[in-house]
């Protein structure tokens, strides 16, 4: 047994020892270099911004053209003709400034004695922010036009930023003659008021207040209200002068294309408002003549 005992122990101290069991790879721990190529990575990354992919050849691109030029920064000047609306050279507008029968006229009413030169005759529009009016409304685009040997020429000063507004306004006193006859459809009460606050805001002397003007809704309203169903211009255009307007932009849409461009957005609205404010002054000066013309029209 002894024996036996003495064999076990003699095998085991000659028998070869196991070799250890392998640990598992651990990757070595980053060093301060690689840490900081992470680091500066990262930033980059940040800086870069969303990563935006480039534009097809095929995507629309914005329409931002505005019609004319740019004579300040933001303001834009466009001049047309209209051949077909010539006028006498000298013009009588007495019958027309005269107040209905038993009525005074308006504080500030010219009379207009005495027959005018074509010349001297300013139509004037004004496309703005709203109709309320107020100090709160502003004009964003003013249309003139004047008669000429060669038909009647319209010039409209536009804004393309709201900070081009006091440009605007100083370029229209700048068109503006000493001698000017101011021409208007509901210019006594709306328009022209709302230009004379703007010029008062902008600390500009105002061209508008104490110049001659015949608004030309009132005698139309005198002499066509039992025919028509009522006197707003595009219904005066219709009945009297037989313009109808296929594609015209409503002026209530004005202001919010106006704001859309100012917002980046197309400006095909806003020349559409252009097209519609220059129609304005030609259906006016139509209208004077149509009621220099129209001798048997009935007078109230």
Do not use: K
């Not at 005269?98 to 004004?126: N, S, Y």
């Not at 006594?188 to 015949?214: E, F, K, M």
């Not at 109808?244 to 957005?265: C, I, K, M, Q, T």
Request: glycine share 8%.
């Amino acid at each position: 047994m002894s024996a036996a005992l003495d064999w076990l122990r003699q095998q085991r101290r000659t028998a070869p020892t196991p070799p250890p069991a392998a640990l598992p790879s651990v990757a070595p721990a980053p060093g301060s270099d690689d840490i900081a190529d992470v680091i500066e990575r990262l930033r980059r990354l940040r800086e870069r911004g969303p990563r935006r992919t480039a534009a097809s050849a095929s995507s629309p691109t914005i329409d931002r053209h505005l019609p004319g030029e740019e004579i300040a920064p933001g303001l834009w000047q466009t001049t047309e003709r209209r051949a077909s609306l010539v006028a006498p050279p000298m013009i009588d507008l007495s019958a027309l400034a005269r107040p209905a029968r038993g009525r005074r006229p308006p504080t500030g009413t010219a009379t207009f004695d005495a027959p005018i030169a074509r010349e001297r005759l300013c139509f004037f529009d004004t496309e703005t922010t709203g109709l309320a009016g107020g100090t709160g409304t502003r004009a964003f685009m003013i249309g003139l036009a004047r008669f000429g040997r060669e038909g009647l020429s319209i010039t409209q000063f536009t804004t393309a930023t709201m900070a081009a507004e006091a440009a605007m306004l100083r370029a229209a006193l700048a068109d503006l003659d000493e001698g000017a006859v101011l021409v208007s459809y509901n210019g006594r009460s709306y328009d022209r008021p709302l230009l004379s606050t703007r010029h008062t805001l902008a600390r500009l002397p105002d061209p508008w207040r104490d110049r001659p003007h015949l608004d030309l809704l009132h005698p139309t309203r005198r002499r066509w209200r039992a025919m028509l169903p009522d006197c707003r211009l595009a219904t005066v255009e219709r009945h009297l002068l037989g313009i109808v307007r296929d594609h015209d932009l409503p002026g209530s849409e004005a202001p919010a294309a106006w704001r859309s461009f100012l917002r980046g957005g197309n400006a095909a609205l806003l020349r559409r408002v252009g097209e519609h404010n220059a129609q304005d002054l030609a259906s006016l000066a139509a209208l004077l003549l149509h009621h220099l013309g129209d001798a048997d029209a009935p007078r109230g």
